[in-house]
């Protein structure tokens, strides 16, 4: 099978579990927002073939560009190296208690061989990690650590450095704009959860470069709101920012979710004089970014090696290896229309 039709073949895995019956209302899974939350059971990501390990890969949530690529990447290596990959997550990127739900039922139930994790609690994750871990199951961490030691390897972004870079790029980004250092500018900023290190890393990231290096006039609003990777509300959240605060010049959105929202927040109030910087490549965000009368940028990481990677090393740990590592920086790359078509071509050549 070609890669585009793997790639068309776990989106379509995406489509059946968001459509069928494996969806299931949780009233003890929680989010950051509170209220019942949606869990995704597990369902196969690649062919299931008998004898061969069985690895359960637990994400933040399950309906996005970003997660999908790290769906590839597990898939794509659960077929290289012969291990059966089941995928489930939560609907809402906070909801940590869905997650360890997932994870007793992946080790009690399913007896698995192995797992990928991508924590949506740094914190409230230990407990079960510890369980797991300490029952010799390998677990290899994605897109974000846990505070724990209780993991083979973690396959992330230096979200710290990310942060700086974010904020590098928004005063690069504000100058293009034609915003004076004398003008007053507020920059607006919405994250996904309260609970992950990844957003409290870009945060401190963002925050640490902006405050050595931003004129005084421009101040980041203490007003961070949260969307719990709601796309709905991560838009609403962009529209009233921009009703809120007459000086509004800058956005940034510390993830996926976070930035599509702020897309679809411009783009339905009709603005071009707001800076955007955000994460990750979806749909929206590659289109504004192309058109000339805005000014956008994102982060880019390479999920799919996160995936492709943590699948590996539980793999290797199954087959008696030492894991030498226990973070690696998978890298990130600022794309803007300087470089945009650059970084299509680039991509469309790895698809071939």
């Given amino acids: 099978m070609g890669l585009l039709n793997k790639k068309f073949s776990v989106i379509m895995l995406c489509a059946a579990m968001v459509l069928s019956g494996c969806a299931k209302t949780d009233e003890k899974a929680g989010n950051t927002s509170g209220g019942e939350t949606t869990v995704y059971e597990f369902e196969p990501a690649n062919e299931i073939k008998d004898g061969q390990p069985d690895i359960y890969v637990v994400l933040k949530v399950m309906t996005s560009q970003y997660w999908q690529d790290i769906i590839q990447g597990v898939a794509d290596a659960g077929d290289e190296l012969g291990c059966n990959i089941y995928v489930g997550g939560p609907e809402s990127e906070g909801d940590w208690e869905g997650q360890e739900r997932l994870l007793e039922e992946a080790v009690n139930e399913h007896d698995a061989d192995g797992i990928v994790l991508a924590p949506a609690s740094s914190a409230a994750l230990v407990d079960i990690t510890n369980e797991i871990y300490g029952k010799g199951i390998p677990i290899a961490l994605v897109d974000t650590i846990i505070n724990n030691e209780s993991f083979d390897t973690c ?9 700086e870079l974010a904020a590098e790029e928004m005063l690069h980004q504000l100058r293009e704009l034609g915003v004076s250092e004398d003008e007053k500018a507020e920059i607006a900023i919405q994250i996904t959860s309260t609970s992950s290190q990844t957003v409290i890393d870009r945060l401190a990231g963002f925050n640490q470069y902006w405050s050595t290096n931003a004129p005084a006039n421009w101040t980041v609003l203490d007003d961070v709101k949260l969307n719990d990777g709601n796309k709905d509300r991560a838009k609403q959240n962009c529209i009233d920012f921009i009703e809120q605060y007459p000086n509004l010049k800058g956005m940034f959105g510390c993830n996926n979710s976070s930035t599509v929202g702020f897309v679809n927040g411009i783009n339905e ?16 965000t590659a289109a504004l970014i192309a058109k000339e009368a805005q000014h956008a940028s994102t982060i880019v990481q390479n999920q ?40 299509e071509q680039s991509e469309a050549g790895d698809a071939k």
């Fill in 155 to 163: 396959y992330m972004t230096d979200n710290l450095q990310a942060g």
């Fill in 304 to 343: 799919y090696n996160m995936g492709y990677e943590g699948l590996k090393t539980v793999f290797s740990v199954l087959d008696g290896e030492t894991v030498d590592y226990k973070f690696i920086d998978t890298g990130t790359v600022v794309i803007n229309r300087d470089n945009q078509q650059e970084y």
């Fill in 269 to 284: 109030k009709g603005v071009n004089n707001i800076a955007l910087v955000g994460f990750d490549y979806a749909d929206e």
